[in-house]
């Protein structure tokens, strides 16, 4: 298979943006996870349609990759192709409008409308990872998400008869993308997000600046920054907060191998240098079958499990 796609994408081997047998773990914010197969890092539209069109006709799978910081990749890592879409990388205003490509950091999406006078993102600076990500979680915090912002999205979609037709672009509409908490269209259905919109509005620079400050202070206050971590690995229960129920069943702490429950906050698991993702995977099962026999509530994980397990 690695012989093939060296053979289908000369251009892309040449330029080292096509890998083989390439460790994960430092591209996951746990510092966690095994090789992929076959890792592309396209840079345009035409390069990303030719390889999702080879992997389709050849049925290999693929999976997408933004900054890695939602994820628990397994220890036997990515079989098939990973695509990672750090190539993508375009902000461009538009009076009150502010359009990012998939591969664009979060932190500079803000920090883009924050210099250009514009306000609405300063939720979301601190959370980190890429647009392309935030948009299929629906990324949020501190009152906001994604959805509040957003205006429209360019998508791919992934199936050889738009591939390899005329019509392999979606344009969604802000309604079109059916958000809901850490929920969205892209999830349900596997699109490729290629860039997206958001609708913002003028305020002082130095104002939205002293708001983003705010937030990350407060970030780093409650959540274990300086630690390698997926973010929250739980979807919060309705009616509940999880850090509150993980530490009410006094699992402050708790540790297996090498990851742990943050003593700064209960609803995230560290990597405390040489965790594998069997431990996280061990710890997780733990945290829900502790909580579910105290409090009868079924926590769900936000972090997505992925990898050859
Ligand atoms: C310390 C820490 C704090 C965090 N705090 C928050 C928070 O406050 N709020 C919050 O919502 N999240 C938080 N997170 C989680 C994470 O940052 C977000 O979910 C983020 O939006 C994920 O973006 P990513 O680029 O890293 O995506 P990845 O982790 O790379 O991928 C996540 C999912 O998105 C898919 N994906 C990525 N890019 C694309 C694309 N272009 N097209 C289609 N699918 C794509 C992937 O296939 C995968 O299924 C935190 C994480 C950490 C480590």
């Known amino acids: 298979m690695k012989r093939d796609f060296q053979d289908q994408f000369p251009l892309l081997y040449e330029s080292g943006r096509l890998l083989f047998d390439q460790p994960l773990a430092q591209r996951s914010s746990f510092k966690i996870g095994g090789p992929a197969d076959v890792l592309a890092l396209p840079n345009t539209q ?10 389709l006709q050849k049925q290999i799978p693929y999976f997408i990759l933004g900054k890695g910081t939602n994820l628990l990749i397994s220890d036997k890592g990515i079989r098939g192709l990973v695509i990672g879409m750090e190539g993508f990388q375009k902000i461009t205003r538009d009076e009150n409008y502010v359009s990012a490509f ?106 939205i600046k002293a708001r983003m400050k705010e937030i990350e ?19 919060r229960p309705q009616g509940h907060f999880t850090g509150k129920l993980v530490e009410d069943c ?25 965790a594998s993702a069997q431990d996280v995977l061990e710890l997780i099962k733990f945290i829900q079958k502790t909580v579910y026999e105290r409090y009868q509530v079924t926590l769900e994980t936000e972090i997505r499990l992925i990898g050859e397990r």
């Open 46 to 55: 035409k390069e990303l349609i030719a390889l999702l069109t080879y992997a």
């Open 102 to 207: 998939a591969g664009v950091k979060l932190r500079h999406l803000c920090e883009f409308a924050q210099q250009e006078g514009l306000a609405g993102l300063e939720f979301a600076h601190g959370i980190p990872g890429s647009v392309g990500g935030a948009v299929f979680m629906n990324a949020g915090a501190y009152g906001g998400e994604i959805k509040d912002r957003l205006y429209c999205s360019k998508c791919l979609i992934p199936e050889l008869e738009h591939l390899t037709g005329s019509d392999p672009i979606l344009h969604l509409t802000a309604e079109q993308h059916d958000f809901s908490y850490r929920m969205s269209a892209l999830q349900t259905r596997g699109l490729i997000h290629l860039s997206s919109v958001f609708r913002l509005f003028e305020d002082e620079p130095s104002a």
């Open 250 to 274: 006094g699992l402050k702490g708790h540790r297996i191998g090498g990851a742990a429950i943050s003593d700064k906050h209960c609803g995230f698991i560290v990597n405390l240098g040489q």
């Open 217 to 235: 202070q407060k970030r780093w206050e409650k959540q274990p920054m300086d630690l390698p971590s997926g973010g929250s690995v739980f979807k």
